[in-house]
């Protein structure tokens, strides 16, 4: 079975933290994602790596950066934490041409 | 950009009742995908289809890519309490390297009634 986890399930930060959000895949996954699921507004992706070192922008990467250093791990970094960010962050992997697996999801809140 | 029209946003429905569904768009997808989404949980993936006018099934769960490459449908029958949740459509367009994105409808919102 695919195996996406991420570091937590539930994060209370501050406005103005730096956020360090931690996905990792056992599956030897090309592709990794990272998106936010807001209600009402579906999934909406934030960036993606299809290689190590590798990012492209997703539709909304405004106020996030990504890190992929290893093939297994994919991290979300928010450099300054605003309320607007609260929301809930999955993570996805997927081999080339395959369907995408999720991770269970980290519920941010930022106060 | 592409964007997933899916209907009904939200069913309540009696154990026992079919279920239908159904995501439409203006663009062309090579894939599509519905997955279902409980509470506190991330998606998990139903069913998978990869060609148009392909239908595949999964148990109750029956799924069509529609012969344009627009549209999808989910059937449930039979329903059970458990098959509670929300029901995400995805359609999969190919980008650089061989990649697939996917693009989201907003969901349909499950309530079973036992």
């Known amino acids: 079975d695919v195996k996406v986890t991420q570091s937590s399930r539930y994060l209370v930060k501050r406005t103005g933290e730096k956020v360090f959000l931690e996905c990792v895949q056992d599956m030897d996954h090309e592709n990794m994602f990272w998106y936010r699921q807001d209600p009402g507004l579906g999934l909406r992706l934030i960036y993606f790596?299809?290689?190590?070192?590798?990012?492209e922008k997703g539709d909304i990467p405004e106020g996030y950066s990504v890190s992929r250093e290893k093939k297994e791990r994919f991290s979300l970094i928010l450099e300054s934490a605003s309320t607007n960010q609260t929301s809930m962050y999955l993570c996805?992997?997927?081999?080339?041409?395959?369907?995408?697996?999720f991770g269970p999801g980290t519920r941010l809140t930022v106060l | 950009g592409q964007q997933l029209n899916q209907s009904p946003q939200s069913m309540f429905i009696q154990e026992g009742e079919d279920v239908s569904m159904n995501c439409t768009s203006s663009?062309?997808?090579?894939?599509w995908l519905w997955y279902k989404q409980e509470p506190g949980e991330g998606p998990v993936l139903l069913i998978a289809?990869?060609?148009?006018?392909e239908l595949t099934s999964n148990g109750r769960l029956t799924a069509q890519f529609g012969i344009t490459r627009k549209d999808s449908f989910l059937n449930i029958s039979a329903s059970i309490p458990s098959d509670v949740g929300i029901y995400f459509c995805?359609?999969?367009?190919?980008?650089?390297?061989?990649?697939?994105?996917?693009?989201f409808g907003k969901g349909t919102k499950l309530t079973v009634n036992p």
């Open positions: 663009s062309i997808f090579n894939t």
């Open positions: 996805a992997s997927s081999s080339l041409g395959d369907e995408q697996f």
């Open positions: 289809l990869y060609k148009a006018g």
């Open positions: 790596s299809y290689d190590v070192k590798m990012k």
């Open positions: 995805a359609g999969g367009f190919l980008i650089q390297g061989g990649s697939e994105k996917l693009v």
